[in-house]
């Protein structure tokens, strides 16, 4: 029986944006899978210098954004582990949740560029295949690599970043049709991203 096909989609989602649900319909379209997980990260570790909001707010964003499509879920397993998130951590706790499933994990050609750099970075070849989406902007860099452990995967120009969305937020510009219409209602209701500087962290 052919095993379950599971597609890793990891994020701050600070918010999630329709860059990243794009990406992950492509992925799933393309590597025929089965379902994909989004995992909001816990605190990240490559972003540390970086105010962040709630992971409970970026929980719930990721939840509504991929409510009404039943191949989407939402894992907790970052937000819930304690300590920075590690991409090593999240492809293993996965793995122990669905040992009969193949995971392929989906990142953006700027993350694959820090890859080398992330904890434990040999073992991440064994645990999941990484899928690699170019967005405008980003060049691919995959020195080190091993050969065939990264397919790369031009997604449609979705030139949407979850900075921008949270400038726009700030400066009282619109994000409509940039994130799900749900999510624009959550940053209004909650007023995320307004004065960035100051309440935004969970640090
Ligand atoms: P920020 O601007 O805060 O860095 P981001 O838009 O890059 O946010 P992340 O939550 O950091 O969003 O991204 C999660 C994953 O989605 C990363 O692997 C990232 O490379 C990828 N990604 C982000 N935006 C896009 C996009 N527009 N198209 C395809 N992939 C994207
Ligand atoms: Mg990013």
């Not at 170019?134 to 997604?155: K, N, Y």
Request: charged letters at 25%; hydrophobic letters at 40%.
């Amino acid at each position: 029986m052919r095993r379950p096909r599971i597609g890793v989609m990891g994020g701050t989602f600070d918010p999630i944006h329709h860059g990243h649900l794009v990406a992950a319909s492509e992925v799933a379209s393309s590597f025929d899978l089965d379902e994909v997980v989004f995992v909001p990260t816990g605190k990240p570790g490559f972003k540390q210098h970086q105010k962040v909001s709630p992971a409970e707010h970026r929980y719930l964003m990721t939840v509504i954004a991929t409510a009404s499509n039943p191949r989407f879920k939402v894992s907790r397993v970052d937000i819930d582990r304690p300590g920075l998130t590690y991409t090593v951590d999240t492809l293993r706790d996965l793995q122990a949740a669905r040992p009969d499933a193949e995971l392929f994990f989906i990142t953006g050609a700027d993350a694959v560029a820090q890859i080398l750099a992330w904890k434990d970075a040999a073992q991440l070849w064994d645990m999941a295949h990484f899928v690699a989406v170019t967005r405008p902007g980003h060049r691919m860099q995959i020195d080190g690599i091993p050969e065939g452990a990264v397919t790369t995967l031009e997604v449609p120009a979705m030139a949407i970043s979850s900075t921008d969305c949270r400038r726009r937020a700030e400066a009282g510009q619109p994000v409509w049709y940039l994130v799900p219409d749900g999510v624009v209602q959550y940053i209004a209701k909650h007023g995320l991203y307004r004065g960035l500087r100051d309440d935004t962290s969970d640090e």
